[in-house]
């Protein structure tokens, strides 16, 4: 019987803050839950259990005594309460998103700006893009590799318009040696001028390679301006990871001779050498140099 009338106790002890509160609902939207005390014409008298004060009645929309009504209110205010922080979550993560992206938008513009600055600079002087995005060490290798490339292709096109006087020369003095019409001396006259000739052949071929040494510094110089470094990355990235780079394939074709010529796979994307005619040595190869640039 004991045990009986302390669970009724504690029943209505827990139960007793929800019984007893009434509902008045306010004409500014406010809800509160409280005991209604006393009324009049004018006010109504409250208590919460902590204090007791009047409220006039021109404030209040209505009052209400029910009890299910209470439990009603009391969980829509909370579901309220939960719809109101999800929504002030979403704002505050759609404000954070908005911010970001203007942050994402305000950097592209500043960069592509910044990359077009750096490309025009570049194109007329190498490396001068790179010191210009405050990059020294690109700065210095593409300028000093730039300008000993063309060092080295402006020495090598000087010796190769040498050798093609020298072969003028030589021309000139067969054919005087033809009309003497000594056989030793036609005979030395051509080896002469073949030997002159082989010379120039072979300062052609070194002023190609330099020219395109200089062409591929100059170009990989203009990528790396306009993508900021990136092409440097492209070894240390994974295939899967590679937005851009830029690829190189330098090989010998060994098929070729006179004979028997062969085309590149891509003629737009291949860069033969000279060809080369039947010399001992180096007569049955020539080097191809093939490049992808991916995005």
Known sequence: MLKKIISISIIFLFWNQSVLADIVYLKDGRVIFIKVLNQDLEKITVSNERETW????KKISRVSFNEDEEIYVRTQLKEKER???EIDSLRRSLSEKEALESKKKEETVKS??????ALWRSALLPGWGQFYREDKERGYFFSIAA???????????QQYQKEGKNLEDA???SIVAGATGDSGIIAGAFFHANEIRNQRYQAGIKASSAFFLFAAIYAFNLIDAWLFGRPWDFFSKAPEEKKESIELNVTPDSQQGPANPSQPESPDR???MLPQSGLPGNGLNRWEVQWRIRF
């Open 54 to 57: 009047d409220i006039e009645k």
């Open 83 to 85: 719809m109101n922080a």
């Open 112 to 117: 592509h700006d910044l990359a077009k600055g």
């Open 147 to 157: 300008g000993l490339s063309f060092l080295l292709w402006f020495r090598s096109d």
């Open 171 to 173: 021309n000139r003095l």
């Open 270 to 272: 291949s860069v033969p």
